[in-house]
């Protein structure tokens, strides 16, 4: 499975802890709250395409929203191989930073 970059894992956790109201809106206000940065609406999207090819995602229409003309939202799912994905991730940084991460939280304490 190849590595997600780190766009994708924000997108997938956001997706994750989101559940049934992951939709293109709230993915990326969560991915902005989490991360201080902000996605365009373009660069999402395409993400988000990219990760329904691979199968890391599921795509479905949602009904109509009740204002007139109301357009229907995409929702979005992980599909087990998006579960997958994640947990691959978090076990590759997991060994890559292995104890460092104490090292450096006492470090940070010191300044």
Same mark, same amino acid.
Not at 33 to 41: A, F, L, P, R, T
Not at 42 to 52: A, E, F, K, P
């Given at each position: 499975?190849?590595?997600?970059?780190?766009?994708?894992?924000?997108?997938?956790?956001?997706?994750? %802890?989101?559940?049934? #109201?992951?939709?293109?809106?709230?993915?990326? %206000?969560?991915?902005?709250?989490?991360?201080?940065?902000?996605?365009? $609406?373009?660069?999402?999207?395409?993400?988000?395409?990219?990760?329904?090819?691979?199968?890391?995602?599921?795509?479905?229409?949602?009904?109509?929203?009740?204002?007139?003309?109301?357009?229907?939202?995409?929702? $979005?799912?992980?599909?087990?191989?998006?579960?997958?994905?994640? %947990?691959?991730?978090?076990? $590759?940084?997991?060994?890559?930073?292995?104890?460092?991460?104490?090292?450096?939280? #006492?470090?940070?304490?010191?300044?």
């Amino acid at each position: 499975m190849p590595e997600l970059t780190k766009n994708e894992e924000l997108v997938l956790l956001a997706i994750m %802890q989101l559940k049934e #109201n992951a939709y293109g809106v709230h993915i990326r %206000q969560h991915t902005q709250v989490k991360s201080g940065k902000s996605i365009n $609406y373009g660069t999402l999207y395409r993400m988000l395409d990219q990760m329904v090819k691979k199968g890391l995602l599921e795509r479905k229409e949602g009904a109509p929203m009740a204002e007139p003309g109301g357009r229907r939202k995409t929702f $979005y799912t992980l599909r087990k191989a998006g579960e997958q994905a994640l %947990q691959e991730a978090l076990r $590759y940084q997991q060994a890559v930073w292995g104890d460092i991460t104490e090292i450096i939280l #006492n470090s940070s304490k010191n300044i």
